[in-house]
């Protein structure tokens, strides 16, 4: 996700054009070297599936924490009102004392659009 904190590509948001009713096959890797993520879909839930390309027993959940280098499948029923919602994927940052990685510690976001 490129988002609108990081002008990282020529796209300034990824847009996840979605229909009312139908399920989405989410495959989401933290890239990262030593950085856990959360993973976040306003007022939605996702039902994973997979974790490192093995078949898990489902389970929903409203966020995600991966860790680096790690994949999570994810089921995504776009179900909500139509109307646009972030996906934003944010830093585990365990103490408040620690000095950070140096680079910019925001979140990334993008768009799930209901047509």
């Known amino acids: 996700l490129a988002g609108d904190?990081?002008?990282c590509s020529k796209n300034r948001m990824f847009n996840l054009k979605v229909v009312h009713g139908k399920t989405y096959l989410l495959r989401i890797i933290n890239a990262a070297l030593n950085t856990h993520l959360f993973f976040k879909i306003a007022n939605h839930n996702v039902t994973v599936v997979a974790?490192?390309?093995v078949y898990t027993t489902p389970y929903v959940s409203d966020v995600?924490?991966?860790t680096p280098g790690q994949t999570v499948d994810a089921l995504l029923t776009a179900d909500q009102l139509t109307g646009r919602y972030y996906m934003s994927i944010s830093p585990y940052i365990s103490a408040s004392n620690?000095?950070?990685v140096p680079g910019n510690n925001t979140n990334?976001?993008?768009l799930i659009a209901y047509e």
């Open 5 to 7: 904190s990081y002008p």
């Open 108 to 110: 990334i976001r993008g």
């Open 51 to 53: 974790i490192d390309a």
């Open 64 to 66: 995600m924490i991966l």
């Open 98 to 100: 620690i000095v950070p």
